[in-house]
T-cell receptor, first 111, second 115 residues
Framework: SQQGEEDPQALSIQEGENATMNCSYKTSINNLQWYRQNSGRGLVHLIL?????REKHSGRLRVTLDTSKKSSSLLITASRAADTASYFC???????????FGAGTQVVVTP | GAGVSQSPRYKVAKRGQDVALRCDPISGHVSLFWYQQALGQGPEFLTYFQNEAQLDKSGLPSDRFFAERPEGSVSTLKIQRTQQEDSAVYLC?????????????FGSGTRLTVV
């Protein structure tokens, strides 16, 4: 079973707009990560936020974490057509470092 | 190589056939994970190796699934008597250290279709 749920399931925006997606999870975490997956490809790591952090930035990405609500959000600012992909949140809950993924948000950015 | 390599990229198997999926992690990487990703879903954990030791196989769906990493490098995921519900993308990920939950590199996956 999957750890979390992502919202929305799909998102369609135009270039230049911001894209926001949310992730909720069920159990306490060590850290939460966001990954991108282009169609037919593997997962690419975007950003990691630790359980004691509340916000993190990387380029056009901004991630927030609210451990009291067991939720995280990913904001992509000034989106580009190349941002078209599926985005997954993944939580690490055990000592092995294994991930539990959400079901993903499919983002389509049209020129 | 520079990344995690998985082969074959695509595999079509007839129901009941056995298949073997290969993962070549980045050289020197200690940790190796296998995940199964059904269409339109997020990846789900199958099994974890630390060097040659299989420390967690709790995600393997049935005893038809078997994974090994005999020399602590290349890993093989074997599925016996494949069934249609085994159709999915199988992803492999490796990392240099264990237990930290970051620094993973994923392969492009093997897409298995059982007909």
């Amino acid at each position: 079973s999957q750890q979390g749920e992502e919202d929305p399931q799909a998102l369609s925006i135009q270039e230049g707009e911001n894209a926001t997606m949310n992730c909720s999870y069920k159990t306490s975490i060590n850290n939460l990560q966001w990954y991108r997956q282009n169609s037919g490809r593997g997962l690419v790591h975007l950003i990691l936020i630790r359980s004691n952090e509340r916000e993190k930035h990387s380029g056009r990405l901004r991630v927030t974490l609210d451990t009291s609500k067991k939720s995280s959000s990913l904001l992509i600012t000034a989106s580009r057509a190349a941002d078209t992909a599926s985005y997954f949140c993944a939580t690490v809950t055990d000592s092995w470092g294994k991930f539990q993924f959400g079901a993903g948000t499919q983002v389509v950015v049209t020129p | 190589g520079a990344g995690v390599s998985q082969s074959p990229r695509y595999k079509v198997a007839k129901r009941g056939q056995d298949v073997a999926l290969r993962c070549d992690p980045i050289s020197g990487h200690v940790s190796l994970f296998w995940y199964q990703q059904a269409l339109g879903q997020g990846p789900e954990f199958l099994t974890y190796f630390q060097n040659e030791a299989q420390l967690d196989k709790s995600g393997l769906p049935s005893d038809r699934f078997f994974a090994e990493r005999p020399e602590g490098s290349v890993s093989t995921l074997k599925i016996q008597r494949t069934q249609q519900e085994d159709s999915a993308v199988y992803l492999c990920a490796s990392s240099l250290v264990s237990g930290v939950g970051y620094g993973y590199t994923f392969g492009s996956g093997t897409r298995l279709t059982v007909v």
